[in-house]
């Protein structure tokens, strides 16, 4: 085995041209520690990485770094083979998952390990979880290319860009499709630009852009960016439009993006300004101050959208789900997300931005951030910098947090799978799926009623005496515990007995009425409910003018029984008052009714609601205040 690894090793040395010193391996090799042939090509492969991240641009043009990074997942997911030719790169070759996801602990360029798993779902949906060297070799190159049109992008008139603000996006041109700006009911079309930092929108001029309106998205203040729907009026007849709101913002900031068939522009551009605002929003929240590990972030972030950009290139005919490729976007949807997000914020403290592999170093070394310290350090510090593979050993809390989120949101998925078919049934069928799932409990209720109306004397008494006792002795907490119990020991009753899997709730919608009586019985439905709407109406606003003292001689009246019931409250222990309903309760059910009861009093209650007026209503037609 040792063997087929050095010829691994040999391999890769002699693609940058370095010596096969083993030594080097054997003096970090931990004796007790397992996989030897695995390390030994991670650590070769990362002193390959360390030499060509130098240069990165010049050897993604050429295609050597896409052939070799291929190679060394190749390798990586074969390290015994003694076939040299098995980790070269070919055009019927492929790797998996797992090698993927390593490289971009090496260096995260293709794949940040963050999100690298759902990259690369994304990547090979259509190619059965395998990823073939063209189109990895492909991805690089749209990447490259993405990289290179962003640099190309003007600055929005009337802005100069921070020194670290880098364009991300840019739509609206005469190149490309348009963009509108929605205020009030005028349409304004333009150029929208977003960067790292802000959202600038120029509006069309007659010549040339107008000076830009800036949306800063870095602000640590309550911003939020959502779906909305724009159309004549007012109307909400397109869905194709962000709404940007924000509590500096008196009104929210509407931008369409027209287009005559779906809606993936506004989705890919609510995807790219979420994922700003969390960036930001993950700095403040995880107080990450360092300037160095906050342009880390920042370039982490920069990479996942330009691979977001490389990935709708590659499928145009069916765009990528954003948030796949997006880090904040990504993790503020799913379920535990926030532990990924912690965990990555902890990592951060232990990433050496300075290497020449870092997010950060890889966008120096493509012109697009402007270095922070004199080329000369950076060289300096690059030389010094050690392997890639150690800042690998860091990252397995990170991972492990990943991989648990990963498998809760497969579960979610699958969850919700379940209940979309629910979610397109109609008022109909709503209603009696409804009444399908309440018939246990309707069959319960009878049971009860027995009980309350004395049908079953002896179990009555039992009931009052319980209920009493209960409340006396101050056992409800004792009571509500023991029913909870019961409830836990009727589930695993079930789960043994398999009940959960045989159940299925069927409904049938078919009906012995014909369409004339189907018709009678919705108009009487709708009777109802508009009788109960009127019922409900009218009772709110006889208690509003009871308040109101519309009728001085019915609030006073209320007054008095307040009074009382809190003189009452305030004096006798509440569990007698307690004791006092329950037994009243259970008397106004039983034959001891009319002895108690008097329909005169009942009458003069009805009576005397009756006599209260309600609050005056006046439906016009027009606003208050709306001239014509």
Known sequence: MVRKTFNKKVFVCRKIGTSVDEQEFESLWKPEASGYSRKLIEFYCSKALNVMCCDIQEEISDGSFSRFTFDMMLAWEMPCSDDEESYKVDQDRSVGEDAFVWLGTLVPLVVDVVNGRFTFETLTASTANRLHFPAYDRFLKEIDRCIKHLQKQTTPKGVELADDEFILHVEGTASTQRVVRHIGGASWPGRLTLTNYALYFETSGVISYEDAIKLDLSKDVDQSVKPAATGPWGAPLFDKAIVYESSELQDGVVLEFPEMTSSTRRDHWLALVKEVILLHRFLSKFKVESPVQAWEVHARAILGIVRLHAAREMLRISPPVPRSFLIFALFDELPKGDYVLQELAESLKKVDCSHPCSASSILRSMNISRPCAPCAVVKEISEKSGCVGDQ???????????????????????????????????????????????????????????????????????????????????????????????????????????IGKRTKIIVCTASDQTTVESLVSAQHGLKTVQYIMQLANITILKIWSILLSRSPKHTDIVMMAITGAAIVLAVVPFKYIIMALVLYCFTMTSKLKKHVETQQGNRRLKEWWDSIPIVPVEVVDKAPGYET
């Open 392 to 498: 690998v050993d860091n990252l397995s809390s990170l991972e492990g947090a990943i991989n648990q989120v990963r498998e809760e949101a497969k579960e979610i998925d699958i969850a919700k799978a379940t209940a979309q078919g629910l979610k397109e049934e109609g008022i109909g069928e709503s209603a009696l799926i409804l009444k399908e799932s309440l018939k246990p409990l309707a069959n319960v209720l009878p049971r009860f009623e027995e009980i309350l109306t004395w049908e079953r004397p002896e179990m009555t008494v039992i009931a009052i005496g319980t209920i009493l006792l209960v409340v006396y002795k101050e056992w409800v907490g004792k009571a509500i515990a023991t029913f909870l119990l019961w409830l836990i020991s009727k589930m695993v009753w079930a789960r043994r007995q398999r």
